[in-house]
């Protein structure tokens, strides 16, 4: 076996124990809170030693909240950036397909997403942390837009791509946590900026004539 083989070998096996990882530790803060259980609990039901859970995460909050965003908003932004500057109709469509695929690598299973929201509605400390998390992605997310098209890090077009990217996010992600078995988040996402597409192709003259 090559070394390349032997690294991702190794690379999927840690990424499976990480998501297992942050599973259980989502499960037992939804059913008991933070301090209702503790790191060895984790490291027992997936069968690592406490020493081997502190290399994947510092804390049992950082399990719960999952992969470091840090590493995810790289892994994205590289994959954003190789696609090129190709006219801003094609930003949102390059910043839905990398979400899509995001989503798909981790697959289509409810559960997990369902503990995550079941956790954060468990732990207030965990959903300011969220928050504060998503809102740092999204400036992150507005500067690599502008950096490709090639403005300012504050122009009003990047800063509004990202903003409908996020009303997307969460509508789809309402949709799917309601509505499990039925549309996959992928497909409901596309439909979203479709129907968001239809609503802002409608003439601006038409509007002022109804005021």
């Known amino acids: 076996m090559s ?3 032997i690294s991702n070998r190794r690379e999927r096996r840690m990424a499976q124990t990480a998501a297992r990882l942050t599973s259980v530790a989502r499960r037992l803060t939804a059913e008991r809170g933070l301090n209702g259980f503790t790191v060895e609990e984790v490291c027992d039901e997936v069968d690592i030693s406490r020493r081997t859970f502190f290399n994947y995460f510092p804390t049992k909050d950082d399990a719960v909240l999952g992969v470091d965003p840090g590493e995810e ?3 994205f932004s590289e994959e954003f950036l190789a696609r090129g500057s190709r006219g801003w109709e094609i930003v949102i469509d390059d910043l839905v397909d990398l979400v899509i695929a995001h989503f798909e690598s981790t697959g289509h299973d409810h559960k997990p997403h369902a503990e995550f929201h079941a956790a954060l509605d468990r732990e207030p ?4 942390r969220f928050l504060g998390a998503t809102r740092e992605r999204e400036k992150q997310a507005v500067a690599l837009v502008a950096s490709r098209e090639g403005v300012a890090a504050d122009d009003p077009r990047a800063v509004a791509v990202v903003g409908v990217l996020s009303t997307l996010l969460k509508h789809a992600g309402e949709h799917y946590l309601a509505r499990p078995g039925t549309d996959d988040i992928s497909t409901f996402l596309r439909a979203q900026l ?3 597409r239809v609503v802002m192709a409608a003439p601006s003259s038409s509007r002022k004539a109804t005021l």
């Open 194 to 196: 479709a129907a968001f």
């Open 3 to 5: 070394d390349s083989a």
């Open 125 to 128: 400390r965990l959903l300011l």
């Open 73 to 75: 908003m790289g892994k």
